[in-house]
């Protein structure tokens, strides 16, 4: 992603999301969307820490049921944000998983700032096994557990998928732990069952794939390795999803705009074609208008989010 763009889009994006239908813009909106739920849990520390950043919000479908499948969905933020799960997707994403009848985990997680990589992969990793440790108080399915983000959150749930099962790996000359040792459920899987990418940077060697995409002086994910990719780029292909694709990858779908012009959509693309070629389950849909955000969350496309993952559930 672009430093010099996201310098200037951000603050803008916040006015922009006020503007908009409750839910209009991927990754901010309307702080006030009344989702329709059977149960919310606010501010649930999944780590057994003090950590704002390790908390998380639960929703439960309106239809009650004895137990729900789980959908754990992140919030984009560039990596930056370390608080932001009340106000990313509501009204689209996570309504139509409720309304599907998936229960929603959104977390919150540690940002760039505040610990550098691999530590985000950690805190996402600690939920999906507190998802399963706490299975029996918020009427958890864990049978079926998937991951799901837009921007930086889509490229952790993708990471979630391409390295379940991986708990410590090389990638060249960086030993990476992919698990972490966060909250009591250490011994509880952190496995899924599938993923949703919404535009998300997935291969963080290409991150000029685009056209007319170059590079800032200190892009988000110079900032989230402290690094640089000329100096050290075996750090950037740990912080890539595509390393780790491998067969027995579980289903992930793809969403991304083929005018995204901070994650370039040939990261959608080439993640799509990746996957296919080591023979994982995946689909794709790369919206012709599509933004970063805008203009993606249409009705087709979140019942096709939702199709998908009950056709794996199934």
């Known amino acids: 992603m672009k430093k010099t763009l996201l310098s200037i889009i951000m603050p803008c994006l916040v006015i922009v999301a006020m503007a908009q239908p409750a839910g209009g813009f991927g990754g901010f909106q309307v702080p006030q969307v009344k989702l329709e739920t059977s149960q919310e849990w606010k501010d649930v520390n999944y780590a057994g820490d003090d950590k704002a950043y390790h908390t998380c919000d639960i929703y439960l479908p309106k239809k009650e049921a004895a137990s729900y499948p789980v959908v754990i969905h992140i919030y984009g933020s560039a990596w930056f944000s370390n608080n932001s799960k009340g106000a990313a997707d509501l009204g689209t994403i996570v309504k139509a998983l409720l309304d599907a009848g998936y229960a929603v985990v959104c977390p919150n997680h540690r940002s760039s700032g505040d610990a550098k990589w691999p530590a985000q992969i950690h805190d996402i990793r600690a939920v999906i096994r507190f998802v399963r440790g706490e299975a029996k108080k918020y009427k958890f ?174």
């Open 141 to 314: 399915d864990t049978s079926f557990v998937a991951t799901s983000g837009f921007s930086s959150g889509g490229h952790l749930a993708s990471m979630a998928a391409t390295t379940s099962g991986t708990k410590q790996t090389k990638v060249g000359t960086v030993d990476i732990d992919l698990e972490g040792d966060l909250g009591k459920y250490t011994k509880e899987s952190s496995t899924v069952n599938a993923a949703c990418d919404w535009s998300g940077p997935i291969d963080l060697m290409a991150m000029d794939c685009g056209e007319h995409m170059t590079m800032g002086a200190d892009s988000p994910e110079d900032v989230l390795l402290n690094s640089k990719l000329d100096k050290e780029p075996d750090k950037y292909l740990s912080l890539s999803a595509t390393t780790y694709i491998d067969k027995n990858d579980p289903p992930v779908i793809i969403f991304h705009g083929e005018k995204d012009n901070v994650v370039p959509c040939c990261q959608g693309k080439g993640f799509y074609e990746q996957l296919k070629a080591a023979g994982v389950k995946t689909e794709a849909t790369f919206v012709p208008n599509g933004g970063h955000g805008m203009n993606m969350y249409s009705e087709r496309n979140l019942q096709e989010m939702v199709k998908f993952l009950n056709a794996v559930r199934k």
